[in-house]
C-alpha cells in the first residue's frame, strides 16, 4: 500500500529523508530511501538528522535515544535528554542527572551530575549543587568537587574559582597557579590574561608576568 505523507524533508547525502505522518492527530516521525522505501520506522515523536557517524537523534514515549543507519536503536529510549555524539561519546540525562553513554549504548561516566561539559584535553568539567570539579573519561573524579566555578582545559590548565578568587588546576588535579586572581581566562598558546583588581596582566604557564597591560582588556571570551 502507497503511503502518503504529511511531509517530506530534503535528501541528505546518506540518501535518506525525514518524513512526517499524522494518524488521529498524532504526529509520527521516520526516514525514507530516494527509492520512498521506509528504512527508519515511523513511529517517533521527533528525529534528528543523522550525523557524520551515522547516528540520528530519536524521541519517543517522551524518552530520547539513538538510532543507526539500519534503524536500530544503539541506544534505548529511556532518557529524557540527550545532547549529541563527540569523540565516541554523548551526553545522557535521567532523573535530571546526567552521564555519559558511548557508541554501544554503554554508561562510561554514572548518571550521577547536576551537569557535566565536553571533554577537553581529556577531562571534562562536573557539577553537582554548586561545586565543580573533573573527571576523566573512565568516570574517575580527578579534580574533586570542591571549586565554585571551572573552565574547560586548555594547554593542560582550567582556569578555577574558589572562594571568589581565581587561579589554575592541571590535569593531575594540583593547583599549579594559586587562586589569587579576580578573573581569569583560558590560557591559548602557553599564555592567558588575568585580572589582579583593576590591572589586566599576561602570565605564562608558570604564572611570571611578561606583560602589564593595565586596565585594558583583551580577551573578551572564555
Known amino acids: 500500500m502507497k503511503i502518503i505523507y504529511d511531509e517530506i524533508g530534503s535528501f541528505a547525502a546518506n540518501g535518506l529523508a525525514i518524513v512526517r ?3 488521529s492527530k498524532a504526529e509520527r516521525f521516520g526516514f525514507i530511501n530516494i527509492s520512498r522505501k521506509v528504512v527508519i520506522p ?16 530519536v524521541k519517543k514515549n517522551n524518552k530520547w535515544g539513538f538510532v543507526n543507519l539500519l534503524g536500530e536503536e544503539i541506544i534505548p529510549t529511556i532518557y529524557d535528554s540527550t545532547e549529541f ?9 535521567q532523573n535530571s542527572k546526567w552521564g555519559f553513554v558511548n557508541i554501544q549504548g554503554q554508561i562510561i561516566v554514572s548518571l550521577k551530575y547536576d551537569w557535566i561539559w565536553e571533554f577537553s584535553e581529556g577531562l571534562a568539567i562536573v557539577r553537582n549543587g554548586d561545586r565543580h570539579g573533573a573527571i576523566n573519561q573512565k568516570g574517575e573524579e580527578i579534580v574533586p568537587l570542591i571549586y565554585d566555578f571551572m573552565k574547560p582545559f586548555s594547554n593542560g590548565l582550567s582556569a578555577t574559582k574558589k572562594d571568589g578568587k581565581w587561579g589554575y588546576v592541571n590535569k593531575c588535579g594540583i593547583m599549579q597557579i594559586p587562586t589569587i586572581y579576580d578573573d581569569a581566562w583560558n ?4 599564555s592567558t590574561q588575568v585580572r589582579f583588581g583593576s590591572n589586566f596582566i599576561f602570565i605564562d604557564l608558570e604564572a611570571y608576568i611578561f ?12
Open 211 to 222: 606583560e602589564d597591560i593595565n586596565t585594558t582588556a583583551i580577551f573578551t571570551g572564555c
Open 187 to 190: 590560557f591559548k598558546k602557553g
Open 21 to 23: 505522518l499524522v494518524e
Open 42 to 57: 515511523i513511529i517517533y515523536e521527533s528525529v534528528c538528522l543523522f550525523d557524520s557517524l551515522g547516528f540520528a537523534k
Open 85 to 93: 555524539f563527540r569523540d565516541g561519546l554523548v551526553k545522557v540525562c
